[in-house]
Protein backbone atom coordinates (compact mmCIF):
# COMPACT_ATOMS: atom_id res chain seq x y z
CA UNK A 1 0.00 0.00 0.00
CA UNK A 2 1.49 3.56 -0.87
CA UNK A 3 0.19 6.94 0.09
CA UNK A 4 -0.06 9.30 -3.03
CA UNK A 5 0.88 13.01 -3.01
CA UNK A 6 -2.56 14.14 -2.63
CA UNK A 7 -2.52 11.86 0.92
CA UNK A 8 -4.78 9.02 -0.59
CA UNK A 9 -4.13 4.92 -1.10
CA UNK A 10 -2.90 3.10 -3.34
CA UNK A 11 -3.14 -0.87 -3.06
CA UNK A 12 -0.33 -2.31 -4.72
CA UNK A 13 -0.73 -5.88 -6.96
CA UNK A 14 1.92 -8.00 -6.30
CA UNK A 15 2.82 -10.31 -9.00
CA UNK A 16 3.98 -13.49 -7.57
CA UNK A 17 6.08 -15.83 -10.05
CA UNK A 18 5.49 -20.02 -9.65
CA UNK A 19 8.42 -20.70 -7.63
CA UNK A 20 6.91 -17.96 -4.84
CA UNK A 21 3.48 -19.75 -5.06
CA UNK A 22 4.82 -23.60 -5.11
CA UNK A 23 5.18 -23.53 -1.40
CA UNK A 24 0.94 -22.75 -0.95
CA UNK A 25 0.14 -24.81 -4.07
CA UNK A 26 1.94 -27.79 -2.97
CA UNK A 27 2.97 -28.13 0.58
CA UNK A 28 0.71 -28.98 4.00
CA UNK A 29 1.20 -25.51 5.41
CA UNK A 30 0.61 -27.66 9.01
CA UNK A 31 3.22 -30.75 8.39
CA UNK A 32 5.33 -29.45 6.15
CA UNK A 33 4.39 -32.84 4.18
CA UNK A 34 3.43 -32.55 0.09
CA UNK A 35 -0.44 -32.02 -0.03
CA UNK A 36 -2.61 -33.80 -2.17
CA UNK A 37 -2.41 -32.09 -5.06
CA UNK A 38 1.48 -32.45 -5.26
CA UNK A 39 0.95 -36.23 -4.51
CA UNK A 40 -1.51 -36.49 -7.92
CA UNK A 41 1.11 -34.98 -9.66
CA UNK A 42 3.41 -37.60 -8.71
CA UNK A 43 0.86 -40.53 -8.69
CA UNK A 44 0.27 -39.78 -12.54
CA UNK A 45 3.34 -39.93 -13.01
CA UNK A 46 4.56 -42.96 -11.05
CA UNK A 47 1.99 -44.98 -12.30
CA UNK A 48 2.60 -44.26 -16.07
CA UNK A 49 5.85 -45.29 -15.48
CA UNK A 50 4.55 -48.82 -13.59
CA UNK A 51 2.76 -49.12 -17.14
CA UNK A 52 6.04 -48.94 -18.96
CA UNK A 53 8.23 -50.77 -16.84
CA UNK A 54 5.51 -53.16 -15.57
CA UNK A 55 6.94 -52.94 -12.06
CA UNK A 56 4.61 -53.06 -9.03
CA UNK A 57 3.33 -50.11 -7.88
CA UNK A 58 1.88 -49.98 -4.01
CA UNK A 59 0.11 -47.72 -1.57
CA UNK A 60 -0.71 -46.74 1.67
CA UNK A 61 -3.29 -44.97 3.37
CA UNK A 62 -3.55 -44.48 7.05
CA UNK A 63 -5.56 -42.44 9.15
CA UNK A 64 -5.61 -41.85 12.99
CA UNK A 65 -8.17 -43.70 15.19
CA UNK A 66 -10.48 -41.34 16.92
CA UNK A 67 -8.60 -37.88 15.83
CA UNK A 68 -12.17 -35.75 16.65
CA UNK A 69 -12.55 -36.70 19.59
CA UNK A 70 -8.38 -36.54 20.62
CA UNK A 71 -9.20 -32.81 19.33
CA UNK A 72 -12.54 -32.65 21.69
CA UNK A 73 -10.31 -33.98 24.69
CA UNK A 74 -7.16 -32.37 24.33
CA UNK A 75 -7.93 -29.47 21.70
CA UNK A 76 -7.28 -28.43 18.24
CA UNK A 77 -3.45 -27.28 18.83
CA UNK A 78 -2.55 -30.75 20.77
CA UNK A 79 -3.90 -32.08 17.60
CA UNK A 80 -2.14 -30.46 15.14
CA UNK A 81 1.05 -31.08 17.22
CA UNK A 82 0.13 -34.88 16.91
CA UNK A 83 -0.23 -34.27 13.28
CA UNK A 84 3.39 -32.96 12.92
CA UNK A 85 4.72 -35.72 15.36
CA UNK A 86 3.82 -38.11 13.33
CA UNK A 87 4.12 -36.69 9.94
CA UNK A 88 7.98 -36.60 11.18
CA UNK A 89 8.05 -40.19 12.62
CA UNK A 90 6.45 -41.47 9.36
CA UNK A 91 9.20 -39.89 7.30
CA UNK A 92 11.89 -40.74 9.39
CA UNK A 93 10.64 -44.51 8.48
CA UNK A 94 10.94 -44.24 4.44
CA UNK A 95 14.30 -45.01 3.87
CA UNK A 96 14.07 -44.96 -0.14
CA UNK A 97 14.79 -41.96 -1.56
CA UNK A 98 11.32 -42.84 -4.23
CA UNK A 99 9.05 -43.23 -1.43
CA UNK A 100 6.61 -40.36 -0.99
CA UNK A 101 5.01 -39.20 2.33
CA UNK A 102 1.89 -37.16 1.94
CA UNK A 103 -1.00 -35.40 3.48
CA UNK A 104 -4.61 -36.13 2.13
CA UNK A 105 -6.61 -34.63 4.56
CA UNK A 106 -7.72 -34.53 8.15
CA UNK A 107 -5.58 -37.05 9.81
CA UNK A 108 -5.47 -38.80 6.59
CA UNK A 109 -2.08 -39.51 4.77
CA UNK A 110 -0.61 -41.02 1.76
CA UNK A 111 2.34 -43.71 1.27
CA UNK A 112 3.60 -44.04 -2.30
CA UNK A 113 6.30 -46.76 -3.03
CA UNK A 114 7.24 -47.56 -6.40
CA UNK A 115 8.63 -51.11 -7.38
CA UNK A 116 7.31 -52.37 -4.23
CA UNK A 117 5.57 -55.44 -4.15
CA UNK A 118 2.47 -56.92 -1.81
CA UNK A 119 5.14 -58.51 0.66
CA UNK A 120 7.23 -55.00 0.95
CA UNK A 121 3.93 -52.88 1.21
CA UNK A 122 2.29 -54.39 3.95
CA UNK A 123 5.75 -54.57 5.75
CA UNK A 124 5.64 -50.75 5.63
CA UNK A 125 2.54 -50.36 6.40
CA UNK A 126 2.81 -52.89 9.66
CA UNK A 127 6.14 -51.08 10.92
CA UNK A 128 4.28 -47.71 10.56
CA UNK A 129 1.21 -48.63 12.30
CA UNK A 130 3.53 -50.15 15.38
CA UNK A 131 6.15 -47.34 15.31
CA UNK A 132 3.16 -44.75 15.89
CA UNK A 133 1.69 -46.96 18.72
CA UNK A 134 4.76 -46.85 20.26
CA UNK A 135 5.27 -43.43 20.36
CA UNK A 136 3.12 -43.83 22.95
CA UNK A 137 1.34 -40.58 22.72
CA UNK A 138 -1.83 -40.65 25.11
CA UNK A 139 -5.36 -40.86 24.26
CA UNK A 140 -7.86 -41.03 26.89
CA UNK A 141 -11.16 -41.16 24.40
CA UNK A 142 -9.73 -43.42 22.41
CA UNK A 143 -12.17 -46.61 22.46
CA UNK A 144 -9.36 -48.91 21.86
CA UNK A 145 -6.23 -47.82 23.39
CA UNK A 146 -4.15 -45.85 25.93
CA UNK A 147 -2.71 -44.02 23.24
CA UNK A 148 -3.26 -42.64 19.50
CA UNK A 149 -3.27 -45.36 17.15
CA UNK A 150 -4.06 -45.75 13.22
CA UNK A 151 -5.70 -47.44 10.91
CA UNK A 152 -4.65 -48.29 7.22
CA UNK A 153 -5.43 -50.02 3.88
CA UNK A 154 -3.05 -50.87 1.44
CA UNK A 155 -2.98 -52.10 -2.16
CA UNK A 156 -0.80 -52.97 -5.19
CA UNK A 157 -0.87 -53.11 -8.64
CA UNK A 158 1.05 -53.53 -11.66
CA UNK A 159 -0.97 -51.55 -14.00
CA UNK A 160 -2.06 -51.76 -17.77
CA UNK A 161 -2.73 -48.40 -19.93
CA UNK A 162 -6.06 -49.23 -19.76
CA UNK A 163 -6.61 -49.15 -15.88
CA UNK A 164 -7.75 -46.26 -14.19
CA UNK A 165 -5.33 -44.24 -11.52
CA UNK A 166 -8.28 -42.69 -9.52
CA UNK A 167 -10.07 -46.65 -9.13
CA UNK A 168 -6.63 -47.94 -7.47
CA UNK A 169 -6.42 -45.36 -5.33
CA UNK A 170 -10.20 -45.47 -3.93
CA UNK A 171 -9.56 -49.08 -3.37
CA UNK A 172 -6.94 -48.49 -1.20
CA UNK A 173 -9.21 -45.89 0.97
CA UNK A 174 -11.80 -47.85 0.89
CA UNK A 175 -9.39 -51.18 2.57
CA UNK A 176 -8.32 -48.30 5.21
CA UNK A 177 -12.00 -47.54 6.25
CA UNK A 178 -13.28 -51.24 6.52
CA UNK A 179 -10.23 -51.66 8.69
CA UNK A 180 -11.52 -49.06 10.64
CA UNK A 181 -15.21 -50.73 10.70
CA UNK A 182 -13.45 -53.85 11.89
CA UNK A 183 -12.19 -52.07 15.03
CA UNK A 184 -9.07 -50.06 14.18
CA UNK A 185 -5.66 -50.09 14.83
CA UNK A 186 -5.33 -52.65 11.93
CA UNK A 187 -4.66 -52.61 7.95
CA UNK A 188 -6.65 -54.38 5.01
CA UNK A 189 -4.91 -55.00 1.77
CA UNK A 190 -7.53 -54.39 -1.36
CA UNK A 191 -6.24 -53.14 -4.45
CA UNK A 192 -9.82 -53.40 -6.68
CA UNK A 193 -12.59 -50.47 -6.54
CA UNK A 194 -16.33 -51.93 -5.23
CA UNK A 195 -18.68 -48.57 -6.17
CA UNK A 196 -21.29 -47.44 -4.26
CA UNK A 197 -24.69 -47.82 -4.64
CA UNK A 198 -25.07 -44.67 -5.97
CA UNK A 199 -22.28 -45.13 -8.46
CA UNK A 200 -24.03 -47.86 -10.03
Known amino acids: MKQNDNGSLTVEKKVFTQEELEPFIYIDSLTKLPNFNYFKDVFERKWKSAIRKQDPLSLIVFDLDFLGLYNARYGFEAGNKVLKKIADKVKSL ?56 ISFGVGTKTPFIWEDPFHFFKAVEQAMYTAKNRGRNQGLWNNVFEYDNENN
Open 94 to 149: LNRPEDFLARYEGGTFLILLPETNTNGALFVAEKVRKEIEMMKIPHCESKISKYVT
